[in-house]
Nanobody, 122 residues
Framework: QVQLVESGGGLVQAGGSLRLSCRAS????????MGWFRQAPGKEREFAAG???????TRYADSVKGRFTISRDNANTVYLQMNSLKPEDTAVYYC????????????????WGQGTQVTVSS
C-alpha cells in the first residue's frame, strides 16, 4: 500500500516561509499526480497545488499562486515551498496522490497523508 507522510509544518510570522515535504513509500502510483490540500478551522478542505509527476505540469489555487511552489525530487518526495505567508494560510495541509490528471477534486485522490499544521500569526 502507498503511504504518504507530511512534515515541515509549524508556527511562523506573517511574511515568513515554510517548506513542507511529503514522502511516499510502498508500491508505485497508477497515476502520476500529487497534490497539496489544506483545511482551515471551520472551512472545507480545498486544493492548494498539484503536480504531474512525469510531465512537469503544475496547477495552483488562485489564493496561493505566486507565493507557493510545488516541486518534487527524483525519488519519492514532493515539496510545497510557501513564501509570503498570510494568516489566512493557517490550516492543516495534506499531501495526496493518485489521479491520472491534475484535478482539484479531492474525491479523485486515492492516497492521503495525515496532515501537518501550519499556523501563521499576524
Amino acid at each position: 500500500q502507498v503511504q504518504l507522510v507530511e512534515s515541515g509544518g509549524g508556527l511562523v510570522q506573517a511574511g515568513g516561509s515554510l517548506r513542507l515535504s511529503c514522502r511516499a513509500s510502498g508500491r508505485t502510483f497508477g497515476s502520476y499526480v500529487m497534490g497539496w490540500f489544506r483545511q482551515a478551522p471551520g472551512k472545507e478542505r480545498e486544493f492548494a497545488a498539484g503536480l504531474n509527476w512525469s510531465g512537469g505540469y503544475t496547477r495552483y489555487a488562485d489564493s496561493v499562486k505566486g507565493r507557493f511552489t510545488i516541486s518534487r525530487d527524483n525519488a519519492n518526495t514532493v515539496y510545497l515551498q510557501m513564501n509570503s505567508l498570510k494568516p489566512e494560510d493557517t490550516a492543516v495541509y495534506y499531501c495526496a496522490g493518485g489521479p491520472r490528471y491534475l484535478t482539484t477534486r479531492q474525491t479523485e485522490y486515492d492516497y492521503w497523508g495525515q496532515g501537518t499544521q501550519v499556523t501563521v500569526s499576524s
